[in-house]
Structures are given as structure tokens and as C-alpha cells.
């Protein structure tokens, strides 16, 4: 079964969230999740987070790029696995809270 999924950098909006959303939550091995760059905003965020939800095994989820608010990145963190960290870093220099990615403890 499907462990990692890398869907970064395909633009699906807000439409193509919501269409995903239901194919999402039926992956319930994936343990890595790579969405980042895909401008989905808050609305896009928003249909995604009852589907990642659902996903109890994931570990990773990246979601840099995505046009969210801070707040709702950080709702839609604690909603896929109350275990994540935050990480304010990618390539080893801070990025600014619209660019968090999460990665989950080991």
C-alpha cells in the first residue's frame, strides 16, 4: 500500500483540493504527505482537513507555498497528527510563518 505520496508543485487550487480530499482519506497507510506549492488557501485547506484527519499513520506533511493563513496552517498541522513539530526552516535558513512545513517525530 501507498506510504508516500509527492504531489508538490501541481497548482491544483482550491478546486483540485476538494476534488483530492475524498481520495486522500482512503490512504490510510500514507505516512509521508508532500503538498507544498499547490495554492489551495484556506478554503483548499479547509476541504482537506477532515481527510487528513483520517490519516493516522502520517508522519510527514509538507505544505509550504500553499497560500494559507497562519492560523489555519497551524489548525490544519494539529488536525492531521497532534504529534508534529513545526519546523521554521528549509534549506537552513528561517522562512517566514506562511512557509511553515511540518515533520513529525521519528
Known sequence: SLTSLQLSSNNFGVDGAKAL??????LTNLMSLQFSYNNVGDEGA???????????SLTELWILGNN????????LQLTANPQYRVLLQEEEEL???????????P
Open 95 to 105: 522562512v517566514s510563518k506562511s512557509q511553515l512545513c511540518v515533520v513529525g517525530y
Open 46 to 56: 479547509k476541504a482537506l482537513a477532515p481527510s487528513l484527519a483520517r490519516l493516522t
Open 21 to 26: 480530499a475524498p481520495c486522500l482519506a482512503k
Open 68 to 75: 494559507m493563513s497562519p492560523a489555519l496552517e497551524a489548525r
